[in-house]
């Protein structure tokens, strides 16, 4: 790693610098004598730029590549890197040799403005660190990971996972009521099983601070953190994790993160995840689990589990790394001594630019590797039992609308579901687009993916939902709006809060740090489903 690693790119002096160079690059260009210079060539040149970029946006739309909101400076941006190639081109013949230089230099910087200016807005790359694909904070190695399980499985007394029921066939009617939880591991869902549902809850929370979120320690916790150790970690940890405390340039926002009176800075640990497609033979790449320092004590309590998906554009790294989750965990365990959720970030598309809106369908069985596979795994590698009041899924983006969906079609695998900012059902644009590429021409299976079939009323008891979208984000609050009132109706306790913000990665992050202290009292079986989130600041209702 070095120092460079650590430099913002979603706020500071590069956000700032590259675009002014760039501009300036552009200026020293395009400024030069000559009455048809400026008559005849740079309004051509402008007006064809303009054109390009027009067209571009268009098909992007059209094609349902680009579906979500984008400010129109992305357009004057993009048009720029055109323009000054074309001024480049043009005026190569009777430029100078400096000027020629300033030109050929104004390509690349134009192109690297728009990258910075359109990742500063969805804070997608935090730091060059990121952006480079360094080792985050924490990290260790696979290896590591195996010998960290192997002396817990050693050691641990574990009580059996309990039965499984078995997998079904993934359709609008496997929403049948879950196995029932363990005395020990209860969840209070709205009351229990014959009591009402909650009404849904709407919150518009200003920005989040975890120092504020109530302090309850959760159940079978380890002693205070004053007491305790640091976890027993792998005996190579220490040269599998990054360098230093600026890893992967995270350390800055992990400081915000863990704002506040706090005890000593409590971490876990990052670690390599590949599940087997065993059942979905689904080509997935490799996440990442976050293990939470009371899963080093022995015997560990029992935690609850977080599944984590991002959306597209993107992959598993996504979560870690622009949603700073492990950050966030970080934080809620250095105030609930140690204890706090295992989270694992799974791949759901199988490619960068592949989009399977987590279905199975001709891109992918990725909701059988996501309600089968990963489930299995997990419980199996980590000797968690499969309760699913206890499991949780969670998603931004095209992944917050397969957390909705998972969960309501596959209530034996997650008893909660976390939709920040997910669409209303899957889909890559079009219906018929979306019939095609998702569905293979299934009009039956794109039937039963629909929430207006799947939230049919008084379906379901003991499913818990959470909506999460940015003030900012008008289409999405609509749809989270629409989509809590249906679930309400189909007997799911529901939380729903808007919090200020855009569809970008810092809305990712600080809906997840909100959410996070009322989802893990809730799975612990603490607090009662479908109550309001805690809310900061003024409070205004957005209906």
Known sequence: ??????????????????????????????????????????????????????????????????????????????GEVLVAAAVAIVGWPDARWWRRIVAVAAVPLTAASTLVLMNAHYAYWPTVGDLLGRPMQHEISARALSDVLARQASRASLAPPAPEAAPT??????????????????????????????????????????????????????????????????????????????????????????????????????????????????????????????????????????????????????????????????????????VAPILAFVDHNGSVLNDTECVDGPAGQAETFLAVDVPRYLSETLHIPRYPSRWAIAGFSEGGTCALELAVRHPDAYGTFVDIAGDWAPNVGSEPDTLRELYGGDRAAMAAHDPANLLRPNRFRDLNGWFLTGASDGPHVDVAARLAAAARTAGIAVTRTVLPGAHNWQLATGAFRTALGALTRQLAGEAPAGTATAAMGTHHHNP
Do not use: C
Request: no cysteine; glycine share 10%; aromatic share 6%.
């Open 1 to 78: 790693m070095t120092s460079l690693d650590g430099v913002s790119l979603i706020h500071g002096w590069v956000v700032n610098a590259v675009p002014a160079l760039a501009v300036a690059a552009v200026v020293v260009t395009v400024a030069r004598r000559g009455r048809r210079w400026w008559a005849a060539t740079v309004p051509v040149v402008v007006s064809l730029a303009g054109a390009a970029v027009t067209a571009a946006a268009w098909y992007l739309h059209h094609r349902g590549i680009v579906r979500d909101h984008y400010p129109k400076s992305f357009l004057v941006w993009t």
């Open 169 to 338: 066939a993934p359709g609008p009617d496997t929403a049948d009521p879950p196995p029932a939880d363990p005395p020990t591991a209860p969840v209070d869902s709205a009351g229990g099983d014959d009591a009402a549902p909650a009404p849904p809850s709407v919150t518009t929370a200003a920005a989040p601070s975890p120092a504020a979120e109530p302090d309850p320690v959760a159940s079978g916790a380890p002693a205070p953190a004053a007491d305790r150790a640091a976890p027993a970690m792998a005996p190579d940890m220490a040269a599998n994790r990054s360098a230093g405390d600026g890893g992967a340039g995270h350390s800055r926002r992990a400081t915000e993160v863990a704002a506040g009176p706090t005890p000593a800075a409590m971490h876990g640990v990052l670690a390599p995840l590949d599940v087997p497609s065993t059942v979905s033979g689904f080509p997935a790449r490799q996440g990442t689990l976050y293990l939470p320092p009371a899963f080093f004590d022995s015997p560990p309590p029992t935690l609850p589990v977080i599944v984590m998906v991002g959306g597209t554009p993107g992959g598993p790294q996504d979560w870690p790394r622009a949603g700073f989750a492990a950050q966030t965990a970080d934080a809620y365990a250095t105030r609930h001594h140690g």
